[in-house]
């Protein structure tokens, strides 16, 4: 009946009020993976999530990778991409793809659509006002060595001021997954690692990694096993177990240290479930995984 769900729908709103109130001024990073940004509607519902959450008073900060793309930008340029525990080795050439990619081709077009939404957002990067400082990294190997990773890093510390100044203007920072070191140079840094590392040092509210799976599963093939809610030491014995595996390890890890530093709760969505966003934050029930200290 027209009314009843006339009537629904303010209360939905209703619902959402008391969040709203509760996350005013909050701080809240969304993480888009490079597997959700293939699908144009699904960025765009994303976005309008994004949109609404800075319309509402909270304090949206987006950090985006693109590893699908930059895969395929790779392969075009006849380059083979080879990863070591999950990260990409990176000499000069595969930066300069990595950089065209991230800052030049993925942060426009998320700009730009944001912009289309109806939104206010800015483009912080290497190009136009740099936001994450960086160290060079090596991964430890079986051996006891150090593997070589090329340009790969850390984020060590972010401008703090410049995010803060943007968001208090009610802009939305767009952030790709490239720091600078001391000395200027470019270093590519896995995009999980980088939106915790934005989440750590603002003490974000919320951590978000928006995905293509609906949250963690105990057992993949079966979606009734989806784990709605996670101490950080479950996580630790889901990695242990190898429940969590591939590139689920750097998303639960880097969760684990921004819970760690003060980061209140992180959520793992699905980017395919039309406004998990809005769902998973302004509602009672959310429908992904989330973690918790
Ligand atoms: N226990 C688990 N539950 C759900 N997904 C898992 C689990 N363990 C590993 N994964 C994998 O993690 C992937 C998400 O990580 P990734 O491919 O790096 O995505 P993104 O591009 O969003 O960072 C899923 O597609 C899935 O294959
Ligand atoms: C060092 C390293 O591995 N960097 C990543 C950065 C992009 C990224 O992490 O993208 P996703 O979110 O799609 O995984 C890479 O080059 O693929």
Redesign the pocket.
């Known amino acids: 009946m027209a009314v009843d769900d006339a009537i629904r729908k303010a209360e939905v709103l209703v619902e959402a009020l008391a969040w709203i109130q509760q996350f005013r001024d909050r701080y809240v990073v969304v993480k888009l ?4 940004l293939d699908d144009v509607d699904d960025v765009r519902r994303c976005l309008a999530d994004v949109v609404f959450m800075a319309a509402v008073g909270m304090r949206p900060i987006l950090v985006h ?1 693109g ?2 793309s930059i895969n395929r930008a790779m392969e075009q340029a006849g380059i083979q991409p080879k990863f070591v525990q999950g990260r990409r080795y990176t000499d000069d050439g595969t930066l300069e793809i990595v950089s065209r990619v991230l800052a030049d081709d993925i942060c426009e077009l998320l700009v730009e659509e944001v912009r289309a939404l109806g939104g206010s957002a800015v483009a912080l990067n290497f190009r136009s006002q740099n936001v994450l400082i960086g160290e060079r990294t090596t991964l430890p190997g079986a051996d006891g060595t150090q593997i070589d990773l090329g340009r790969v890093g850390e984020v060590v510390s972010v401008n703090r001021d410049v995010l803060a100044a943007t968001c208090r203007s009610g802009t939305i920072p767009v952030i790709p997954s490239i720091a600078l070191d001391k000395k200027g140079g470019k270093l590519n840094v896995n ?2 690692t980088a939106a915790a590392a934005v989440a750590r040092f603002l003490r974000a509210e919320k951590l978000v ?5 609906p ?4 057992d ?1 093939k079966n979606p009734a096993t989806l784990l709605s809610h996670l101490k950080s030491e479950d996580c630790r014995a ?1 990695i242990a177990d190898g ?6 390890i ?2 639960v890890e880097a969760s684990l240290d921004a819970l760690n530093a003060g980061v209140k709760k992180v959520h793992i969505i699905d980017a395919g479930v039309p406004h998990s966003l809005l769902l998973e934050v302004y509602s009672n029930t959310g429908i992904g995984t989330e973690i918790v200290r």
């Open positions: 993976g490079g597997s959700t990778g590893g699908k995009a999980d990694f928006l995905s293509d799976v949250g963690i599963f105990r993949r889901l429940t969590i595996d591939s590139g689920m750097p998303k």
